[in-house]
């Protein structure tokens, strides 16, 4: 029975507790029909995706792709030994790619 008491007392003070906050509801700014002291000018967005008025041509290209993968290939690679690892990568250092750095054998 007491648990009962207890929730009935509970009840009436969340009724009165939502009576007395009701003088309040009128100051909240989200209640009234107030406009924001500033506003955001969202005329010149416009539509983005508006289409260009210039057309693109097609055009033929001035090199072929042989004609850019021409490199002039070096007269003489240097090369390691079998067995040796280099000391430095050929990706990252190509020029010293052909330094021996460590040799098993």
């Not at 500033?38 to 539509?47: H, L, P, T």
């Given at each position: 029975?007491?648990?009962?008491?207890?929730?009935?007392i509970?009840g009436?003070a969340l009724?009165?507790l939502?009576i007395?906050?009701?003088p309040?509801?009128?100051?909240?700014a989200?209640?009234s029909?107030?406009?924001?002291?500033?506003e955001?000018?969202?005329s010149?967005?416009?539509?983005r995706?508006?289409l260009?008025?210039?057309?693109a041509?097609?055009?033929?290209?001035t090199?072929?792709?042989?004609?850019m993968?021409k490199?002039?290939?070096?007269?003489?690679?240097?090369?390691?030994m079998?067995?040796?690892d280099?000391m430095?990568?050929p990706?990252?250092?190509?020029?010293?790619a052909?330094?021996a750095?460590?040799?098993?054998?």
């Amino acid at each position: 029975m007491k648990s009962k008491s207890n929730l009935f007392i509970g009840g009436l003070a969340l009724a009165a507790l939502m009576i007395a906050a009701l003088p309040a509801a009128p100051g909240i700014a989200a209640g009234s029909g107030e406009r924001p002291a500033f506003e955001v000018d969202r005329s010149a967005k416009g539509n983005r995706l508006a289409l260009s008025r210039s057309k693109a041509v097609k055009q033929a290209p001035t090199e072929t792709a042989r004609d850019m993968n021409k490199t002039p290939e070096p007269a003489s690679k240097p090369s390691i030994m079998d067995g040796c690892d280099p000391m430095f990568s050929p990706v990252t250092v190509p020029t010293m790619a052909h330094i021996a750095g460590r040799c098993v054998g």
